[in-house]
């Protein structure tokens, strides 16, 4: 090998110090990177704490407003269904034939009154007369045989039926055909 291969294939001994001192770790070089690994390893356990809080929190709060609203429309439910005997009252008054015309005006009124308060609150009435009978919205109370009807046909509407968006308040009582 000539003088220039064997300088090209040398290390600087500069290099080789630094080097050495690299990979050479002190004592105290090697405490110091292990206390900064457990103060990392202890920094990601409290954000990890801290996003686990957090996830909670807003799922708390989440479950709070459903259950909040959940009570103001079980609540309002509860109250329609109390008020539905008194509509009933009113369409079997209306349905009487009466001479006092001022009297039958007057149950008219009431009644309209009534259906636009219903109307405001949300609650509408199930169709069912000539519908096709649907157990989720209908209950049968009797069964008759028709040929001028079709089948599950609701013949008779005895209580009308309520709801309020996709809640059943009661359930219509009809009599079914076929």
Sequence with gaps: MNKKENDQNQVPEEAVEETAEEVIETPEAAKESSEEETLQQALREQEDKYLRLLAEYDNYRKRSQK???????????????????VYDNLERALKQETADEAYAKGVQMTMQQLKTVLEKLGIEEIP??????????????????????????????FQAGFKMGDKVIRHAMVKVAN
């Design 67 to 85: 259950e909040k609203e959940n009570a103001w429309t079980s609540a309002k439910a509860d109250t329609i269904r109390e008020l539905l005997p």
């Design 128 to 157: 069912a007369q000539n519908e096709t009978f649907d157990p989720n919205v209908h209950n049968a109370v009797m069964h008759m045989e028709d040929e001028t009807l079709g089948e599950n046909i609701v013949a008779e509407v």
